[in-house]
């Protein structure tokens, strides 16, 4: 028999049909139905059926390295977490969760922290993804929308991809938007590096790592002076603060240096987008992962702003998620920023979702943000944690910090499908999660479409659903009536009504017309976007119903430090997939790129006496890492590139995540991965 689902990995969300061939194999297939892929499916997808073994899976509750029953292992996470509130506050607990959850698991881990428990200390590995995008979006349209949806690159006669290798990293937005430019679209890439996406772009612009705003501005400014600015989109629909158009004088030649480009390559990138009024700016992790992240989403955001390149066909920004989830999660405010369902921690926003919840408290102000967490944690402010479906120990910035933090942290519950984990080395007690292909209930990939995720196989062992395991320990605390949910369908009932109660019709996020069916409907469920074409008549999710042009400069770029004179930069391989606790079982994904590389210029190489193939030492001030050379003039001179898959668990060397700095966004706290001050040596082999 067939199921339609949908895929385990990134937040393209392809549709999936996989029929179950035996006791725990499944065919895959491209579901040629599911608007997000028509029938495609990458390495990843495709390979998804050697992932769903039993191998290294965790099928049984453990209390330290000891079996337990479900009731023992539930009666003690409820217990400490209740003692531990008791002793030290709602504020010394904190969920650490993941945008691999089910919209359903997010809700209910969610509902528990903020309107139970009473603290928003609940965040989310999608906070090193796309915060920033939520944070720019919520400053410049009064609510967190992507206004563009996959349609959007059919229509478009340009495509910019700012810090995204798209052919690598969603490869089926990228197949659609290859075939766009084979009918006539131009593609500009910007990106330090000379991915394999730029490799096959009409232009690349290999900016100096950071010098982003100082781009756009100029552009910005360039459109002004060339007349194509939309000056009846902004008298009629953006409010443009004083002083905003001083910020945008950078001359050409200026703009050039800062970012370190040929001053004829930045024209041509500048008259094409001025000439080509159906343009689309599609932009992910290399926006995102920086220190100057929102202010970097919200100088793109005023570009397609003042030109009204907006709401309309193939005119918009788009701003792509990383995980299958990532916007789900945001809809039920998942973030330690969002109070629910696109609602912030205003007074009237707090009693709503109280009222509705019937809850005994509501957090009162935003929590602790991922990094911050992980410090609290490591300063002992934090007492009990919950991580759930992520690995912090290997993928936060400065991991060996975040491992010392977990070490000495009073309480740790992990519930994972994997039972070796970095992060579950450091757990007090682990749970056992169910698996894609095991689990019910609903994602929303990058266009806000959501598509039901359903299962394949039993659980195995004892293994359970995120959402279960969630709503018995809340009984378990002491809320039995308000955790009452017997099945999925019944959380997502919730959510929808949630979404439009005492909605004064501001807010674009609405699930309306969604809750009315029964258990048959929610398990029919086909695809569907919400929001129609969010801002296609001109009017923001703003009290004033305007955009706003917000003002942002360029940072100055920091000179290279004299013990670290390299710049670190991090990012993925096509067919691995975060820590590779799945992808590192497929043996076919495995053949791509079988060890971690460090890619060095070869003046830097040549300099150093590093050869090709040779192993290297990559170090910053907070660890080092070995990795094997690959010398290519694919990078910059004076910058390094690392990928992020391999861990403590797999490998000696490639542990990327101990490089970082442990900073964020000041804005929207996503952590800066992209430029970290580093240095390289070669290492003397016998
Ligand atoms: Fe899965 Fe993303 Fe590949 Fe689609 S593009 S098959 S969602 S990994």
Redesign the pocket.
């Known amino acids: 028999m067939s199921v339609k689902t949908?895929?385990?990995?990134?937040?393209?969300?392809?549709g999936?049909v996989a029929t179950r061939t035996g006791e725990r194999s499944v065919r895959i297939e491209?579901d040629p139905e599911h608007p997000?892929?028509r029938g495609?499916?990458?390495?990843?997808?495709?390979h998804?059926g050697e992932t769903v073994g039993l191998e290294g899976r965790l099928l049984h509750p453990m209390i330290g390295n000891r079996r337990a029953s479900w009731d023992k292992a539930l009666d003690l996470v409820a217990r400490r977490f209740r003692d531990t509130i008791a002793r030290h506050g709602p504020g010394s607990v904190a969920f650490y969760v993941s945008g691999q959850l089910l919209t359903e698991d997010y809700y209910v881990a969610n509902k528990l922290m903020k309107g139970f428990i009473g603290t928003a200390n609940i965040d989310t590995n999608s906070r090193l993804c796309m915060s920033s995008a939520v944070a720019g979006h919520n400053r410049a349209f009064g609510e967190d929308v992507v206004p563009a949806s996959y349609d959007d690159l059919d229509a478009a006669d340009l495509i910019i991809l700012v810090g995204s290798n798209t052919a690598w990293c969603?490869?089926?937005?990228y197949q659609r938007i290859r075939a766009r430019c084979d009918a006539g679209a131009k593609l500009v890439v910007i990106d330090p590096r000379r991915t394999e996406t730029a490799e096959e772009a009409d232009l690349h612009l290999a900016i100096r790592p950071g010098s982003d705003v100082a781009l756009m501005n100029g552009l910005l400014a360039w459109c002004r002076d060339a007349g194509a600015l939309d000056r009846a989109f902004l008298d009629a629909h953006v409010t443009v603060p004083e002083g905003f158009w001083t910020l945008a004088d950078g001359d050409l030649w200026s703009t050039a240096r800062t970012c370190d480009v040929p001053a004829a390559d930045l024209r041509r990138f500048y008259e094409l987008f001025a000439a080509t009024p159906r343009t689309v700016t599609l932009f992910s992790q290399g926006v995102n992962q920086s220190l100057a992240g929102t202010d970097q989403v919200n100088a793109i955001l005023n570009v397609h702003l003042a030109t009204g390149r907006i709401g309309k066909p193939g005119a918009q920004p788009f701003s792509i998620t990383g995980q299958?989830n990532a916007m789900g999660g945001r809809e039920v405010g998942g973030l330690a920023s969002t109070l629910a369902a696109h609602m912030d921690f205003a007074e009237g926003n707090r009693a709503i979702v109280q009222r509705f919840w019937a809850s005994p408290t509501i957090a009162a102000k935003p929590g602790l943000k991922a990094v911050d967490l992980f410090r609290a944690v490591g300063e002992g402010r934090i007492k009990a944690l919950w991580v759930m479906a992520t690995n912090p120990a290997v993928s936060m910035p400065d991991a060996g910090r975040v491992r010392e933090a977990l070490a000495g942290c009073p309480f740790v519950v992990v519930s994972d499908v994997m039972a070796d984990t970095d992060t579950g080395a450091f757990a007090h007690v682990r749970l056992p999660a169910a698996a894609w292909g095991e689990k019910d209930g609903t994602v929303t990939?990058s266009d806000r479409t959501i598509s039901r995720q359903r299962a394949i196989f039993p659980l195995p062992g004892e293994a359970k659903a995120d959402w279960w395991i969630v709503t018995q320990v809340a009984r378990r605390m002491g809320w039995k009536t308000a955790f009452a949910y017997d099945r999925p369908a019944d959380i997502w009932r919730e959510h929808v009504r949630l979404s439009t109660y005492r909605n004064d019709g501001t807010r674009l996020f609405s699930l309306t017309g969604r809750a009315s069916g029964g258990n048959a409907d929610y398990d029919a469920m086909e695809p569907f976007r919400w929001g129609g074409t969010p801002f296609a008549d001109g009017r923001f999710p703003t009290p004033d119903g305007r955009a706003r042009l917000v003002p942002v400069t360029q940072k100055p770029l920091a000179a290279p430090l004299r013990d670290w004179p390299l710049t670190l930069n991090t990012g993925r391989y096509r067919d691995h997939?975060h820590t590779m606790t799945r992808t590192g079982l497929s043996p076919k994904l495995a053949r791509h790129r079988e060890e971690p590389l460090v890619e060095v210029h070869p003046d830097d190489a040549a300099r150093l006496g590093i050869a090709n193939g040779a192993l290297a030492r990559v170090a910053t001030p907070q660890g080092e890492s070995l990795y094997r050379a690959r010398v290519t003039d694919a990078q910059r001179p004076g910058e390094l590139f690392v990928p992020i898959h391999w861990t403590h668990r797999t490998s000696t060397g490639g542990r990327t995540g101990l490089l970082p700095r442990p900073l964020a966004d000041p804005i929207s706290g996503q952590p800066g991965f992209k430029a970290t001050p580093a240095a390289i040596a070669a290492v003397a082999t016998t």
């Open positions: 949908t895929c385990a990995y990134c937040g393209v969300g392809c999936i491209g997000a892929n495609r499916l990458c390495s990843k997808g495709t998804l969603h490869p089926i937005v299958p990939n997939w």
